[in-house]
T-cell receptor, first 114, second 114 residues
Framework: DVKVTQSSRYLVKRTGEKVFLECVQDMDHENMFWYRQDPGLGLRLIYFSYDVKMKEKGDIPEGYSVSREKKERFSLILESASTNQTSMYLC?????????????FGPGTRLTVL | KQEVTQIPAALSVPEGENLVLNCSFTDSAIYNLQWFRQDPGKGLTSLLLIQSSQREQTSGRLNASLDKSSGRSTLYIAASQPGDSATYLCAVRGRGGGYQKVTFGTGTKLQVIP
């Protein structure tokens, strides 16, 4: 079974803090994704990566950065957290290439910025 | 730009009923469509994935169909149970704007009443 794990289920931070969200997958997937999920807006893609040290902006990259130093690990960084970044953050992974590309999700991190 | 719509936003049915959840998308140039289940405060669990060349996929009491030309997919749940209560999301992987692009609907929240 594919397993995607996220470092924290719940996180509370203060405005201006630097925040790191970690995601690890154990199925040797090339693709990894960070989404945020907000009521009424659905899931929105922040960044994705298709290889080590490679990254692409998604729909809402502003205020975020990412790091992929190892294939199994994809980190989302909030350089200076703001209250409008309070959200549920979901990490996902999939194989590279056309075809199946089934996405597997982690359990999510509920981030609250005060 | 791909848009994915799920109607209704919420649905309540008595236990034992067969039900259909709808997903529509505006751009038929897709690689695949995936149905997910999300329990409150949790990540997404993949239910079924239909490739663009397929018409349907089945898993247990679930059957998903795809009509690419009309931009529609349905998720059929047979003999619903209280444990089926969750939010169901569909996601479309498009070919335009980078093939990694996955667009999610905002979901249908299902409640099965015992």
């Amino acid at each position: 079974d594919v397993k995607v794990t996220q470092s924290s289920r719940y996180l509370v931070k203060r405005t201006g803090e630097k925040v790191f969200l970690e995601c690890v997958q154990d199925m040797d997937h090339e693709n990894m994704f960070w989404y945020r999920q907000d009521p009424g807006l659905g899931l929105r893609l922040i960044y994705f990566s298709y290889d080590v040290k490679m990254k692409e902006k998604g729909d809402i990259p502003e205020g975020y950065s990412v790091s992929r130093e190892k294939k199994e690990r994809f980190s989302l960084i909030l350089e200076s957290a703001s209250t409008n970044q309070t959200s549920m953050y979901l990490c996902a992974s999939s194989l590279l290439g056309t075809g199946v590309n089934e996405q597997f999700f982690g359990p999510g991190t509920r981030l609250t910025v005060l | 730009k791909q848009e994915v719509t799920q109607i209704p936003a919420a649905l309540s049915v008595p236990e034992g009923e067969n039900l259909v959840l709808n997903c529509s998308f505006t751009d038929s140039a897709i690689y695949n469509l995936q149905w997910f289940r999300q329990d409150p405060g949790k990540g997404l669990t993949s239910l079924l994935l239909i490739q663009s060349s397929q018409r349907e996929q089945t898993s247990g009491r679930l059957n998903a169909s795809l009509d690419k030309s009309s931009g529609r997919s349905t998720l059929y749940i047979a003999a619903s149970q209280p444990g089926d209560s969750a939010t169901y999301l569909c996601a479309v992987r498009g070919r335009g704007g980078g093939y990694q692009k996955v667009t999610f609907g905002t979901g249908t929240k299902l409640q099965v009443i015992p």
